[in-house]
């Protein structure tokens, strides 16, 4: 199994996803998280309810839910996330709070923040679900969405930054495409790097996106217990 199961009771299942494979693929006979995860439970089609996903390309840490009363209360706190989105007034009693790690390419940002200063980003992503993308729109933009996320440099070096993220919001693609707009596009990323940084990625050998969902944080659905789960496999840090 490509996954590394991380905690398994009977409401849950926790593992490490690595990159390159989806988590639910609709193409037949095309490998997935659910898929494999379903041959690992065993029995006649086992209930897993995908709760959150990951793009294809990035690794990380995911949550499954075994029964659908877990799924309904995780789905609850995934969907309210840090309970910080904009029209919140109070963040509420139970969230899901997701960071990412990222390599972001800073060959054409003018003001990179020092390291340990945390910065907001704040725009509106419009989806275009023919294209399976996503764009930064002017506020007010007919279908788009507020999308919020918080980041601070961690290490610079070169024309390079490793820099952790914390999601406010959970959008489609949200983080490639802001950090993109912020001209701190991801190394490794073909759809949404500019031509430099993909020149720089190829530079340094690197092929896929350089973004992994570093740790993941819920309550359990049955005890209420916080389960927080981080992880040192990054692909990408030697």
Same mark, same amino acid.
């Given at each position: @199994?490509?996954?590394?199961?991380?905690a398994e009771d009977k409401d849950i299942l926790v593992c490490y996803k690595p990159p390159g494979i989806a988590v639910q693929s609709a193409r037949l006979g095309e490998p997935d998280m659910v898929s494999e995860l379903k041959n690992y439970l065993g029995g006649k089609n086992p209930y897993l309810g995908v709760v959150h996903r990951l793009d294809? $390309?990035?690794?990380?840490? *995911?949550?499954? &839910?075994?029964? $659908?009363? #877990?799924a309904a209360? *995780?789905?609850?706190?995934?969907?309210?996330?840090?309970?910080?989105?904009?029209?919140?007034?109070?963040?509420? #009693? #139970?969230? @899901?709070? =997701? !960071?990412?790690?990222?390599?972001?390419?800073?060959?054409?940002?003018?003001?990179?923040p020092e390291p340990g200063l945390s910065v907001k980003l704040e725009d509106y992503l419009l989806r275009d679900g023919r =294209?399976?993308?996503? #764009?930064?729109? $002017?506020?007010g933009t007919k279908d788009a969405k507020r999308?919020? *996320?918080?980041y601070e440099v961690k290490e610079k070096k070169e024309k390079q930054a490793l820099v952790k993220i914390r999601l406010l919001t959970g959008r489609?693609?949200?983080?490639?495409?802001?950090? &993109?707009?912020?001209?701190?596009? *991801?190394?490794?990323?073909?759809?949404?790097?500019?031509?430099?940084?993909? !020149?720089?990625s190829a530079g340094k050998g690197i092929t896929n996106i350089c973004l992994c969902a570093c740790r993941l944080s819920f309550y359990h659905p049955a005890?209420?217990?916080? @389960?927080?789960?981080q992880t040192e496999e990054i692909p990408w840090i030697s």
């Open positions: @199994m490509k996954s590394t199961i991380l294809q $390309p990035v690794s990380g840490n *995911l949550v499954f &839910a075994k029964t $659908p009363a #877990a209360t *995780l789905s609850r706190q995934a969907s309210h996330e840090t309970g910080q989105e904009s029209g919140k007034k109070k963040k509420p #009693a #139970a969230f @899901m709070e =997701k !960071e990412y790690c990222a390599l972001v390419f800073t060959g054409d940002a003018e003001n990179l =294209k399976n993308t996503s #764009a930064v729109v $002017p506020s999308a919020e *996320l918080v489609h693609h949200q983080i490639r495409v802001q950090f &993109a707009h912020a001209g701190l596009p *991801l190394l490794g990323d073909a759809r949404y790097g500019t031509e430099k940084s993909r !020149e720089y005890t209420g217990r916080r @389960m927080d789960f």
